[in-house]
């Protein structure tokens, strides 16, 4: 069983920062990979990025340059640092665990925490 806890989201105008974490406890935690994914209102959850343990990374083509996905060996967090967010970006953004990278679809991960909002205003 894994938990995760995501934090760091908020209010923030379009072309500010915000640093997303998210805290993972449980049993055998190296053996899965973290993910990133946001759902707007009335859209599908959409991929953001993945990180493994040992530091590959993968990112979603439209997140490309602005998010960075990091962590993961320090105190098994993983955070999401966000950069020139425009209004677009205004989700609740999930973390999740799961055995396949980089997963990018919900099915293929296990483990996924309650979500923070993140609102970027124009």
């Known amino acids: 069983q894994v938990q995760l806890v995501e934090s760091g989201g908020g209010l923030v105008q379009a072309g500010g920062s915000l640093r997303l974490s998210c805290a993972a406890s449980?049993?055998?935690?190296?053996?899965?990979?973290m993910g990133w994914f946001r759902q707007a209102p009335g859209k599908e959850r959409e991929f953001v990025a993945a990180?493994?343990?040992?530091?590959?990374?993968y990112y979603a083509d439209s997140m490309k340059g602005r998010f960075t996905v990091s962590g993961l060996n320090v105190k098994n967090t993983v955070y999401l640092q966000m950069n020139n967010l425009k209004p677009e970006d205004t989700a609740l953004y999930y973390c999740?665990?799961?055995?396949?990278?980089?997963?990018?679809?919900?099915?293929?991960?296990?483990?996924w925490g309650q979500g923070t909002q993140v609102t970027v205003s124009s």
């Open positions: 449980g049993r055998s935690l190296s053996t899965y990979a």
């Open positions: 990180i493994t343990w040992s530091g590959s990374t």
């Open positions: 999740a665990a799961g055995n396949r990278f980089p997963g990018q679809r919900r099915n293929e991960y296990d483990y």
